[in-house]
Nanobody, 125 residues
């Protein structure tokens, strides 16, 4: 199984920046990409971004396009989510997830095989 550990969350002001990291270990050779989902209190978990290893393709939710940048370091088995111009509506627990195949719809939770425990991001107004 793939183990995922997120870091970098915290409490920031509106307009500030944060960089989240997701480091994977274990069966990483079977991972097609690492993505980020987030879940705000009382709301459904939603897709944020995905980075694929084979070609470095990136995918973003409309709500974060132009503000968030996802990147990867294959040698470190780590994906980063650089978040800028943060808004209160970005407040959520951010989860890293491993996509085990290049098939499937990238914004569906059920195509991801492993999940991290999450890191809290809080943006105050």
């Amino acid at each position: 199984q793939v183990n995922l550990v997120e870091s970098g969350g915290g409490l920031v002001q509106s307009g500030d920046s944060l960089r989240l990291s997701c480091t994977s270990s274990g069966r990483t050779f079977g991972v097609a990409g690492l993505g980020w989902f987030r879940q705000a209190p009382g709301k459904e978990r939603e897709f944020v971004a995905l980075f694929t290893w084979s070609a470095g393709r990136t995918y973003y939710a409309d709500s974060v396009k132009g503000r968030f940048t996802i990147s990867g370091d294959k040698r470190k088995n780590t994906v980063y989510l650089q978040m800028s111009s943060l808004k209160p509506e970005d407040t959520a627990v951010y989860y890293c997830a491993a996509k085990g195949s290049y098939a499937g719809t990238y914004y569906f939770e059920n195509v991801y095989d492993s999940w991290g425990r999450g890191t809290q991001v809080t943006v105050s107004a």
